[in-house]
């Protein structure tokens, strides 16, 4: 059977786009390596809001042109301005979409309970049973689609399709919608699948690659032994007054609000910890922190917690435009893994969710359309694949020289080891990173040159 969209991936960039194509009369496929309930996918663990204004209860002092502000300003003037304002404009029309589906945020009194975090001049993040948005919108898109699901790991984009470790699947439109790269890493908020596979194979298929150097550290990620994901301490919790300390309860930060890549850089290599114990109601508010916290023997309410930054979102991937349109006919790209400039060198707050969202479900709307026209997609095989032994050089490489600061001499360093490992799909986008990193001799948002 050929389909009219392949899409690899089950977060929220792809299951919109299946779900939207499912409406549009289409014929979508998911092909995901987790199975139809993707517990996989990043957006399952997203615990921010989704930032988004034009909804009816939108306050006055709020606009799409201040959010696509201050979004412009976290990413250090580096997005592209016209996607950025495009998908920021598209937000409201999506979310109604999302809810006319299903989805349902907090409210107070029919209001929704907005919220503020890092970078944001206003209060326009919702959320969905407190700290478990990402869980909702996952949760209500499964529900409404019946896109064909295929347990299958996509193993090279062809010219006709998808090539999978279960054989080939026939497609006129390919979208990649496979998250992010956060596991090339030692401490992540990344779930174990987030290898960059999905960038790699649209890059083997003649896409291009841009602003892979800017990955974005969270700096409160709960500080627990050992490497691999970590439990994220939402941004939200210093929205609604956590301070970051250290452990004499001294204040660590002048702006516990301020862009991601200033707070994780202020401390980096100290002891830290978030004090919450001042948010009122904070185990129901935020029951995924309070149970994160619980592995440990804390209480948020409490006790402090132990905090460290840790690999979160990676800003660059496959280049598109606001509909996710990549440089090769046919083949588009939503979600983490893609650069439509939208984050530019640092991402906003918040901003992931409404951009997987929107771009998704344009996705859907331009195969109906017909397409766009490209270059053709390149004929490639499958990579190599990493032992566990590999796997653990390139982690303990990347975090030592492609980490929260770089040198030039860390840079070539991590690029030489690199070299010694065989050619998978996540080695090419480690040195993707690397090589990017080392050509921006200039410290630029997430990017940091020491």
Not at 352 to 371: F, I, N, P, T, Y
Request: aromatic share 4%.
């Amino acid at each position: 059977m050929e389909f009219d969209l392949a899409i690899i991936g089950g977060g929220i960039a792809g299951l919109s786009a299946a779900l939207r194509a499912v409406e549009l009369g289409l014929t979508p496929v998911i092909i995901d390596k987790s199975g139809p309930r993707f517990p996989g996918a990043a957006t399952h663990f997203a615990q921010g809001g989704l930032a988004v204004v034009g909804l009816p209860d939108t306050t006055t002092d709020d606009s799409a042109s201040l959010h696509a502000e201050d979004t412009i300003t976290a990413g250090a003037h580096h997005n592209d301005v016209t996607h950025t304002q495009d998908i920021i404009a598209g937000g409201a029309d999506a979310v109604e979409w999302l809810i006319r589906h299903g989805a349902q945020f907090d409210q107070v009194d029919g209001v929704f309970n907005r919220t503020l975090e890092g970078g944001h001049s206003r209060r326009r993040i919702i959320h969905a049973n407190g700290d478990a948005t990402g869980a909702e919108i996952e949760r209500a898109l499964i529900a409404a689609t019946t896109a064909q699901v295929i347990t299958a790991q996509a193993r090279a984009i062809t010219p006709t399709g998808v090539l999978t470790d279960q054989g080939p699947v026939e497609a006129r439109n390919v979208l990649v919608a496979t998250g992010g790269c956060g596991q090339l890493f030692e401490a992540t908020t990344a779930p174990p699948g987030a290898h960059g596979e999905g960038m790699a194979l649209a890059k083997d298929a003649g896409a291009e690659l841009k602003d892979m150097e800017f990955i974005q550290f969270h700096p409160t990620v709960l500080d627990i032994p050992g490497s691999g994901q970590k439990p994220l301490l939402t941004e939200a919790l210093r929205g609604e007054g956590a301070h970051l300390v250290d452990r004499e309860g001294n204040r660590l930060t002048d702006n516990d609000l301020a862009p991601r890549d200033v707070v994780a850089r202020a401390i980096y290599g100290r002891e830290a910890f978030l004090d919450a114990r001042g948010i009122r109601n904070v185990r129901k508010r935020f029951p995924n922190v309070t149970r994160g916290a619980a592995t440990i023997g804390l209480d948020p309410a409490r006790d402090l917690l132990p905090v460290r930054p840790a690999a979160h979102y990676t800003c660059g991937g496959i280049a598109t435009d606001s509909h996710g349109r990549t440089t090769v006919q046919g083949l588009y790209a939503a979600g983490e893994c893609a650069c439509t400039g939208l984050h530019g060198a640092n991402r906003l707050a918040s901003n992931s969710l409404l951009e997987g969202l929107v771009v998704g479900k344009r996705v859907a709307e331009d195969v109906h359309r017909g397409g766009f026209s490209g270059t053709p997609r390149q004929d490639t095989t499958a990579r190599a694949q990493l032992t566990d032994t590999q796997w653990r050089q390139l982690r303990s490489t990347m975090t030592a020289g492609v980490g929260i600061i770089r040198t030039r001499e860390g840079l070539l360093s991590a690029l030489d080891a690199l070299s010694q490992l065989p050619d998978a799909a996540a080695v090419t986008i480690a040195k993707e990173i690397a090589t990017a990193a080392l050509r921006r001799e200039a410290t630029l948002g997430c990017h940091t040159r020491s």
